[in-house]
T-cell receptor, first 115, second 114 residues
């Protein structure tokens, strides 16, 4: 059973470009979470999704960031018009029963560098 | 608001000695608490959780954590540290009552010295 798959593992963008990060949850998992890890900081919750629904986006910046988890295919975190401050590691996690009582399974992250 | 605090950015311990990584929490309602570990350039891995029941929770790789309600703490412990335990450790708490997202502390870097 493959784990949480994230791609690309490394992404370089110039300021103003768009970044798309993809996450395929573990088989049978319908809960997906995105976290951002900045250098020397902890993980910051961004968004929690279930299939076709955004459940909690309280950690998402109000502009330029969006996330989706379509009925078919991976979850996508999209960052428009990237700025240098967006450089970070973005982690996706999935769970079978929700994070409250179950454990999260994390991918290995997508490291975004904005030049 | 739900939050956790990890007061130590760095903990150093000699191999074979007991280790403790500290975590305190602030929640409304019953706390659901978790510990995760992150090895270099990898995602986080679940270690253990406290939902209810015994205050001493046992987890992976010989780790355990003690829930202390009066001190609002959930410290991670191991009786005998290994060099391979060197990693970044995160304490986490569930969001608002009934939520399904976790909020993580800032992490503690554990270094086990041979």
């Amino acid at each position: 059973n493959a784990g949480v798959m994230q791609n690309p593992r490394h992404l370089v963008r110039r300021r103003g470009q768009e970044a798309r990060l993809r996450c395929s949850p573990m088989k049978g998992h319908s809960h997906v979470y995105w976290y951002r890890q900045l250098p020397e900081e902890g993980l910051k919750f961004m968004v929690y999704l279930q299939k076709e629904n955004i459940i909690d986006e309280s950690g998402m910046p109000k502009e330029r960031f969006s996330a989706e988890f379509p009925k078919e295919g991976p979850s996508i975190l999209r960052i428009q018009q990237v700025v240098r401050g967006d450089s970070a590691a973005y982690f996706c996690a999935s769970s079978i029963e929700g994070a409250g009582t179950g454990e999260l399974f994390f991918g290995e992250g997508s490291r975004l560098t904005v030049l | 608001a739900q939050s956790v605090a990890q007061p130590e950015d760095q903990v150093n311990v000699a191999e074979g000695n007991p280790l403790t990584v500290k975590c305190t929490y602030s929640v409304s309602g019953n706390p659901y608490l978790f510990w995760y570990v992150q090895y270099p350039n990898r995602g986080l891995q679940f270690l253990l959780k406290y939902i209810t029941g015994d205050n001493l929770v046992k987890g992976s790789y010989g780790f355990e954590a003690e829930f202390n309600k009066s001190q609002t703490s959930f410290h991670l412990k191991k009786p005998s540290a290994l060099v391979s335990d060197s990693a970044l450790y995160f304490c986490a708490v569930r969001g608002y009552t009934g939520a399904n997202n976790l909020f993580f502390g800032t992490g503690t870097r554990l270094t086990v010295i041979p």
